[in-house]
């Protein structure tokens, strides 16, 4: 899984188009990440009709927010923005392998197979939790040139991506956990409301 991830990064690579920046924490991320009680996280995203040079500048800014805060994927309504953009990178260790920049992310088709896995988010910091979802996905976007693509993802990128793009739509990973205890728990432990939880 994650070697088809850096074998898609090597490719925006050797087109020349792919934005990166370095993978490191700033003192100051250029952007606040919004958190669980925040009415900016449940506005729905819309579509980006012209990629420019201020949705690249943008995009470089999420990536600038996304590794001072250590995560691996970051959607413009968590940074109060309300663009279906986001971002992701499964090797923060490789400064080589550069991020993926979905814009306009749609899935096409999921799989049947489903696979259980604990998720965070940057949005509900050290809160962690078992969430089901489709194993892979299909999915259609716009890379940060404004060309059309089309991509497969399995494993944790296809988790990673269908997270996200919950985010453009006002979900959040925590509406999908089905151990209400569980989730309670969690949330009150590190200062989180239940109540700003809408579940699915």
Do not use: W
């Not at 995009?59 to 279906?84: C, E, F, N, W």
């Amino acid at each position: 899984m994650a070697k088809s991830f850096a074998g898609l990064a090597r490719n925006a690579a050797k087109n020349g188009t792919a934005i990166t920046v370095p993978k490191e924490a700033l003192e100051v991320a250029p952007l606040e990440i919004h958190t669980l009680g925040n009415k900016v996280l449940r506005k729905s995203a819309r579509r980006i009709s012209k990629v420019d040079e201020s949705i690249r500048d943008l995009t470089r800014d999420m990536l600038r927010s996304m590794y001072t805060a250590k995560g691996i994927g970051l959607a413009a309504p968590q940074v109060g923005i309300h663009k279906q953009l986001l971002v992701i990178d499964l090797d923060l260790e490789n400064p080589t392998t550069p991020p993926l920049v979905l814009i306009n992310p749609e899935i096409i088709s999921s799989s049947a197979s489903i696979d259980t896995y604990e998720e965070g988010c940057l949005s509900i910091p050290e809160v962690y939790l078992d969430v089901i979802r489709p194993s892979s996905i299909k999915l259609s976007f716009r890379d940060e040139m404004g060309r059309p693509k089309k991509m497969n993802a399995d494993g944790l990128l296809a988790r990673c991506i269908q997270h996200e793009i919950d985010h453009l739509n006002g979900v959040l990973f925590v509406d999908r956990v089905s151990n209400h205890e569980d989730l309670n728990i969690a949330l009150k432990e590190h200062g989180f409301d239940s109540n700003d939880v809408q579940n699915i």
